[in-house]
């Protein structure tokens, strides 16, 4: 057969023209519906912070202002600026999983499954053989597990090759979270390990939503984990001059939006959300936080490490997932902020909201949950997913601790003290280094089970 | 008798060894019982089983001898031999 050079060109055109038609043959997207998307619900959280090992002690925390940064005692710092982190405080994996498990993984896999047991179980859900098809896992860390490569390494220098271990192999590689925790649920659905940096959680949670939206899926296990709080880490992330300073006061050193922020604050942790299609949530009688509405991603090629300070590509992300969600900027009730406590982020990230929600700017609360937990790198996109589903849910959006002299004294940053508001949507921020913007909405979940997307 | 008591001191050693790579309880590591066989071990955990043997106990073990090792007792003859000899 002869290929017809006028008919590929005439797919492609027509393929432009019909974007959506083009998106639904080239993902093999479930069709079933006619064409139309699955709503996605989410109906577990699993959570492991500086706050505290489930998610509703982090959640109390939030709520109460408390801050979960100190001076690091869990390991020598001795010669390292930056003496202070979010460290997990008496997290013991082998309370929870078998202890075959815990020698052969690193604390962000061990991290990473704690809170995906977790997630199932406040999801009260079973992974059962025949069903284990259509559940995903997309969980990702922003870093490698360098610990697990550092003592290979150092064991490989003193005592060359019978003194590795036979798992060193698998515990250097980055898929450890992901395959470990479909290996330990039983999840036989698609899995992968993505990382966009410091927007990880996020974009595992966007993604495991087009998983459940395409029909791919029913459930997917979404969300992010790191513990890079070893001394080595502690130091690359001081020297790459990312981090506060303030080592004196660690209480203070996180100071979102404030004018005398220095840079973040490290932590550790895990947050891994139970993602479902409606349909499934409803059909089981499912206990759901919320709908997730609409995903954003974009990528600012700007710089590795400098925030694009026009902030065009965060406001496309921003203004793409309102589109998915059908949300005018107007509608939205709450914001969490990416916030990370760097200069070049809260002032760039203040003006894409002044932008996009204009005169709402000023009366929409704007919060950085990070003034309280640190930046818990790949896990932070997911555990603020959580945040901001808890505040459709409670009506209680948690305070920017720290924010002293805000640097837009206009906006309401929800300074000090948790405030309460009905909210209907609720917005979350992440991005990273590389320039990976990823925004995610969330909109108070009324019913409506099975139908389409709006 | 003190032989015996030797042999049931390391047959406890590596079963607690090898309970704490693959999650078997110690109770089912018998002299008898093969690796792959009898105990489903899979080659990597067999690969641990050795190393952990060799910090723990101090005997190395080669991976060409290792492929010789099938049951739990050959182990045991294995450990046995080349901690005299060291």
Not at chain 1, 103 to 119: C, I, Y
Not at chain 1, 142 to 156: E, G, N, S
Not at chain 1, 229 to 242: C, G, H, S, V
Not at chain 1, 336 to 356: C, Q, S
Request: proline letters at 5%; a negative charge.
């Amino acid at each position: 057969m002869v290929t017809d050079h006028r008919t590929l060109g005439y797919c492609l055109f027509r393929s432009i023209e019909f974007p959506f038609l083009a998106e639904a043959l080239m993902s093999n997207r479930d069709i079933s519906q006619g064409g139309q998307l699955n709503r996605v619900v989410v109906t577990g959280f699993g959570v492991i912070s500086p706050l505290g090992l489930d998610w509703s002690d982090t959640w109390s925390g939030l709520v109460q202002g408390r801050s979960g940064v100190g001076v690091i005692s869990d390991f020598d710092v001795t010669g390292i600026p930056v003496q202070i982190g979010g460290q997990i405080k008496g997290f013991d994996p082998s309370a929870v999983l078998p202890a075959a498990l815990v020698r052969r993984t690193g604390r962000t896999t061990h991290l990473a499954l704690a809170a995906a047991v977790a997630a199932l179980h406040d999801a009260k859900l079973e992974i059962e053989p025949d069903a284990a098809a259509r559940v995903g896992v997309i969980v990702g860390s922003a870093y490698p597990p360098l610990r697990a490569v550092i003592d290979a390494h150092a064991a490989f220098e003193r005592r060359g090759f019978m003194g590795i271990s036979p798992y060193a192999f698998t515990a250097a590689g980055v898929v450890g979270p992901a395959a470990e925790v479909a290996l330990h649920l039983g999840a036989r659905g698609p899995s992968a390990s993505l990382s966009t940096a410091c927007a990880t959680g996020a974009t595992c949670v966007g993604e495991a939503m087009e998983l459940i939206r395409s029909g791919r899926a029913d459930v997917v296990l979404a969300g992010g984990a790191d513990d890079t709080l070893t001394a080595f880490e502690l130091a690359i992330a001081a020297r790459a001059k990312a981090l506060s300073r303030r080592t004196g006061d660690p209480e203070r050193a996180s100071r979102p939006f404030d004018r005398q922020r220095d840079g973040f604050v490290m932590s550790a942790g895990a947050g891994i959300l139970v993602l479902e299609s409606a349909g499934h949530a409803e059909r089981r009688g499912a206990r759901i936080y919320g709908e997730l509405a609409g995903y954003g991603a974009t990528t600012d090629a700007y710089n590795l490490t400098v925030p694009d300070p026009a902030g065009v590509a965060v406001e496309r992300a921003l203004r793409t997932a309102l589109t998915e969600a059908s949300a005018a900027p107007e509608e939205v009730g709450y914001v969490n902020a990416h916030g990370t406590g760097t200069p070049l982020n809260d002032t760039a990230e203040i003006k894409v909201i002044r932008r996009v929600f204009g005169e709402h700017a000023t009366t929409v609360p704007v919060s950085s949950t990070k003034s309280m937990t640190g930046h818990m790198l790949g896990a932070a996109g997911a555990i603020e997913a959580a945040v901001a589903l808890e505040v459709l849910r409670s009506g209680i959006t948690p305070p920017t601790v720290n924010c002293d002299d805000p640097e837009d004294p206009a906006m309401n940053f929800v300074a000090h003290k948790a405030q309460h508001h009905q909210v209907d949507v609720a917005v979350s921020n992440s991005f990273g280094f590389g320039g990976h913007n990823a925004v995610l909405v969330a909109r108070r979940w009324t019913g409506g089970g099975d139908g389409p997307v709006r | 008798m003190h032989i015996a008591d030797d042999e049931k001191e390391l047959l406890s050693r590596i079963a607690a060894i090898v309970e704490k790579v693959s999650g078997l309880t110690a109770a089912e590591v018998l002299p008898d019982k093969s690796f792959s066989g009898d105990l489903a071990l899979d080659s990597l955990s067999i690969v641990e089983i050795a190393f952990s043997v060799q910090e723990e106990v101090g005997v190395e073990i080669p991976e060409e001898d290792l492929a010789r090792l099938i049951t739990v007792g050959d182990l045991l003859d294995f450990v046995r031999k080349h901690a005299e000899e060291s």
